[in-house]
């Protein structure tokens, strides 16, 4: 297998985008552990979509798919942003695997209401990262890569939504603390 010379791969490349290069480089850092981590939540949509049981199956089978495909348009939509900004996309299911903040997903799940679980914990954990990318990129003063992340919370959130539906009942609700 042939190996590049660290020189013949820039860790930036130029471009005319008026961001300072010492912001970009530390947004490109920051979205390509977004992206490894929007990486393993896609795998993971997929292991729940594969392997769920139980008489919720069908539905839960499709939302997992849908959840998995709207992910894949948020992992197309980093790694391209960070390409926008003169950075290289470090997408491959091993630096996933290696970055990913993710919890790692239980592979000896079958059951839907685990899975529920699984999934609602995975996307309430992305979703969390993703918020703090908003405000790490609005703090480099990039308001496209803030505008952009703002979008995959309220995917992320949706989804959340869709997914915790499946185990919340009427019983389940909080009472505001009017205090």
């Known amino acids: 297998m042939k190996t590049l010379n660290s020189k013949e791969v820039p860790a930036m490349y ?5 961001i300072p290069q010492n912001h970009r480089s530390e947004l490109n850092a920051l979205m390509n552990q977004r992206l490894a ?3 393993d939540l896609q795998t ?3 292991q729940a979509h594969w392997n769920v049981k139980g008489p919720n199956f069908i539905g839960l089978h499709q ?7 709207a992910v894949e348009s948020y992992v197309d939509l980093i790694a391209e942003r960070i390409v926008q900004l003169g950075g290289i996309a470090k997408g491959t299911a091993r630096v996933a695997a290696a970055r990913s903040h993710l919890p790692e997903y239980p592979l000896d799940i079958a059951d839907g ?17 993703v918020r703090g990318t908003i405000d790490e990129a609005n703090a480099l003063d990039d308001a496209g890569t803030a505008d952009l992340f703002t979008e995959i919370s309220r995917g992320i959130d ?6 915790e ?9 909080t009472t505001p603390d009017l205090a």
Do not use: I, P, Y
């Open 63 to 69: 939302l997992f798919d849908q959840v998995d495909e």
């Open 113 to 129: 209401m685990s899975h529920v679980d699984a999934v609602s914990t995975a996307l309430s954990t992305f979703g969390e990262s």
């Open 165 to 173: 539906a499946h185990s919340q009942l009427a019983q389940d609700k």
């Open 37 to 39: 981590s929007a990486v």
């Open 44 to 46: 993971q949509m997929k």
């Open 14 to 18: 130029r471009t005319a985008n008026d």
């Open 158 to 163: 949706k989804w959340l939504w869709f997914v």
